[in-house]
């Protein structure tokens, strides 16, 4: 994408968004374009501003973060949404993933991890935070009643889309993958949506989960500015 990532700051602590905002307004990349207290302020907000992502508290008085992600998803396709709690429960992250979410990071995440976070998710990424990676994986090698394991292969991807899985579970953007294979982003959407289907998938942070799932990277191994350029 081109400009800034436009984002919207949700919690339900007025102390907690304008410490934030001050955190997240000096950062190259990021502008943001507004503040809500609650779920529902937040779709009002977006009713009115274009946002690109919604840092959203998930648990608030009234309309919760989970409730709230699903809604923006649905009602606004194009803006993505990254949850930012101090809780790891497994039924959380269970639901935000469920909602829609493009990331999940806990709320002691450093400044600058935050802010590469946004401008990632912004630019077609996914985030996740990596001391609750394992959580994901239990909760997709787990029964749960909502739940259905992947049930794709990865032998049914052609060898463009195995490459563009690899780079997506290790944390590159549509444009990194552009500019590392020399293909445009629109083709690059394309082979994620195909990867997503072919592996019957709901969502592009799965395919991380899966990634770790199948052993094919471990959470340790993170995408570096500088490894695309070689």
Do not use: W
């Amino acid at each position: 994408m081109d400009g800034d990532v436009r984002v919207l700051v949700v919690d339900d602590q007025e102390l907690l968004r304008a410490g934030l905002r001050l955190v997240l307004e000096p950062r190259p990349g990021l502008t943001v374009v507004g503040e809500a207290g609650t779920g529902e302020e937040a779709l009002d907000l977006l009713e009115a501003e274009r946002v690109d992502v919604v840092l959203m508290d998930v648990r608030m008085p009234g309309m919760g973060g989970i409730e709230a992600t699903r809604q923006v998803r649905a009602r606004f396709p194009h803006t993505k949404v990254l949850l930012l709690t101090t809780f790891d429960e497994d039924r959380l992250i269970q639901e935000g993933l469920l909602a829609g979410a493009d990331g999940y990071l806990l709320k002691d995440v450093p400044p600058d991890d935050l802010a590469r976070a946004l401008v990632n998710i912004g630019r077609g990424a996914a985030a996740i935070d990596p001391r609750i990676a394992k959580r994901f994986l239990d909760l997709f090698r787990t029964d749960l009643p909502d739940v259905a394991p992947p049930s794709g292969r990865l032998e049914e991807l052609t060898a463009r889309e195995r490459e563009i899985f690899m780079l997506v579970a290790a944390g590159c953007t549509n444009a990194d993958i552009s500019h590392r294979l020399g293909i445009s982003a629109v083709t690059v959407r394309t082979h994620v949506d195909n990867i997503v289907a072919k592996l019957a998938l709901r969502s592009r942070p799965q395919i991380i989960v899966y990634a770790y799932e199948q052993g094919v990277i471990q959470p340790s191994q993170r995408f570096d500015e500088e490894s695309a350029k070689e």
